[in-house]
C-alpha cells in the first residue's frame, strides 16, 4: 500500500488534484472532513474544544458552531497553537485507524489531503508528499477570500500561521504549481499520477 500525502493552502487546488488521483482509482481520505467529525457530540475533539474555547463557541443546539469557532481561533496565533495542540494529535489516532482497515482491505494507492500535512506531523506517515502551490502568495490569498467568504485581510492572517510555502517545498516530493486555469491544474495532476503510477522520480511541474 502507498500513502501519498498532498498539501497546499486554502485554495492552492490541492482537493481537485486529489479527485484526480480518485479518478485514477486512489482511496482519498479528506483530513479535513475527519477533523470536523471529531467536533461532533461525544468526540473527544468536541469535548476539549468545549473546555478550552468555553460554550460560547457553540450554538443553540450544543453544536460546535464552525464559523464562531473559527473566528475564535483565527483572531490569535496562540488559539491557532492551542486548537492544533488538541486536535493534532486526535486526528492522527483518526487517521491511523483509517490506514489501518484501508490496509486489512488490501487498498493499493491511498491519498492524505490535509492542507496541515506538515503542520501536524503527519507528513511523516506518508510514502510521498506532493505539494500544491498557487507560485505567489497574493494569488493564494485571493483564492481563500473567495473560496470560503472571508475578508482578503482575514485570509492573508490565515495563511501567515501556516508554515511558508518555501519550507515546504523543502520536504515535498513533488511540487504541482497552480497558476493556470482549472484543466491546466488537472493536466499537470494527471502526469503527476501516471508518473508516481510507474515509480519514477521527483520533479516540479
Known amino acids: 500500500m502507498k ?7 486554502i485554495g492552492s487546488g490541492k482537493s481537485e488534484v486529489a479527485e484526480v488521483f480518485a479518478e485514477h482509482g486512489a482511496y482519498v481520505i479528506d483530513a479535513d472532513v475527519e477533523a470536523k467529525a ?9 469535548e476539549a474544544v468545549v473546555k478550552a474555547f ?15 469557532l473559527a473566528s475564535r481561533v483565527f483572531s490569535d496565533e496562540r488559539n491557532v497553537r492551542k486548537i492544533n495542540k488538541l486536535i493534532h494529535p486526535l486526528l ?3 487517521l491511523m485507524e483509517k490506514l489501518q482497515v484501508l490496509r486489512k482491505q488490501k487498498k493499493s494507492l491511498i491519498v492524505i489531503d490535509a492542507p496541515l500535512l506538515i503542520e501536524g506531523g503527519f507528513h511523516r506517515i506518508v510514502d510521498q508528499i506532493i505539494l500544491v502551490t498557487p507560485g505567489d502568495d497574493e494569488l493564494a490569498v485571493k483564492r481563500a477570500s473567495q473560496r470560503i467568504g472571508i475578508s482578503v485581510e482575514e485570509a492573508r ?44 522520480g521527483s520533479r516540479k511541474v
Request: a negative charge.
Open 3 to 9: 500513502i501519498i500525502g498532498i498539501t497546499g493552502t
Open 54 to 68: 468555553g460554550h460560547g463557541v457553540l450554538d443553540g443546539r450544543g453544536k460546535i458552531d464552525k464559523k464562531r
Open 92 to 94: 492522527h489516532v483518526r
Open 38 to 46: 471529531l467536533l461532533e457530540e461525544g468526540e473527544a475533539g468536541y
Open 157 to 200: 492572517l490565515r495563511l501567515s500561521y501556516q508554515i511558508p510555502q518555501e519550507e515546504k517545498e523543502k520536504l515535498a516530493d513533488i511540487v504541482i504549481v497552480n497558476d493556470g486555469t482549472l484543466q491546466s491544474l488537472k493536466d499537470k495532476a494527471k502526469e503527476v499520477v501516471e508518473m508516481m503510477l510507474k515509480e519514477e
